[in-house]
């Protein structure tokens, strides 16, 4: 089995400079922004983030941590994959005990739950949370890149080991790769899925394949919009797990 940090290390070894991800912000409280997120940089960032959970909050392999997030968002996919490469388990269920949480709204009540909280801009070009923080609270977008561009786990993740809790159901290592026959290779794959545990497990499974997203957060987009024949997508992911990606009608 590929572990996802190898995944990743494997995506940016056959060619770092293509595209990983790329955002479109079409949301109504959006900012409208186009972000593209290629393979080495996306490493870059799941490397600093993974640092900060190790490093600065103490997660190692049994650890929790909610990332709570929107999808589909790039954040939330460099994020999930540093917990994965950090060898924790990766919770996108609100009511699912964390002892470490990532989130856009550190008011919130779960944020009162939790002693660690890592508040996350959404912007592409934050350089600070926007609002004052409560003291303990880590402010990504000033503290991220203080961080090391090179990870190494100090403890490695098991096969059995839970690596995603999503819609209460426990997802191992070792199984974050099935139904691989879902996503095309080689192909670059319009994602819009607004489940957060199916969105992580997408991405992953595009990296693993050779495929890049072009992530759409926003209602609905239309299946004639030139913006993706000027990306170039070829298939468009589903929307619901265990369902295949369609080729998109050009």
């Not at 990766?90 to 964390?98: F, I, M, P, Y």
């Not at 990504?140 to 059995?160: I, M």
């Not at 095309?184 to 957060?196: E, H, K, N």
Request: glycine share 8%; with cysteine; hydrophobic share 45%.
């Amino acid at each position: 089995m590929q572990f996802p940090a190898e995944t990743l290390a494997r995506a940016v070894a056959a060619d770092p400079t293509t595209p990983a991800l790329t955002y479109y912000d079409d949301s109504p409280e959006g900012t409208g922004e186009r972000i593209e997120v290629s393979r080495k940089v996306l490493r870059t960032w799941v490397a600093k983030a993974a640092n900060a959970l190790q490093e600065g909050l103490d997660v190692q392999p049994g650890s929790v941590v909610l990332v709570d997030l929107p999808a589909p968002h790039w954040r939330l996919a460099y994020w999930a994959l540093a917990v994965w490469s950090v060898g924790a388990t990766l919770t996108v269920d609100a009511h699912e005990g964390a002892d470490v949480l990532v989130t856009g709204d550190p008011d919130s009540e779960v944020a009162g739950d939790c002693d660690e909280v890592v508040a996350v801009a959404l912007p592409a070009l934050a350089r600070h949370f926007g609002t004052e923080l409560r003291s303990g609270v880590m402010d990504e977008a000033a503290e991220l890149a203080s961080f090391a561009d090179d990870f190494t786990a100090w403890d490695d993740a098991r096969e059995q080991d839970a690596a995603l809790v999503t819609a209460g159901d426990r997802v191992r290592y070792g199984e974050l790769l099935d139904d691989m026959g879902q996503l095309p290779a080689d192909a670059r794959v319009l994602v819009t899925t607004t489940d957060r545990g199916l969105f992580v497990r997408q991405v992953l499974q595009l990296l693993a394949l050779g495929s890049s997203a072009v992530l759409v957060r926003g209602e609905g987009p239309a299946d004639d919009d030139p913006r993706w024949d000027a990306e170039g997508i070829s298939h468009r992911a589903a929307d619901r797990p265990h369902v295949r990606a369609e080729p998109r009608d050009r």
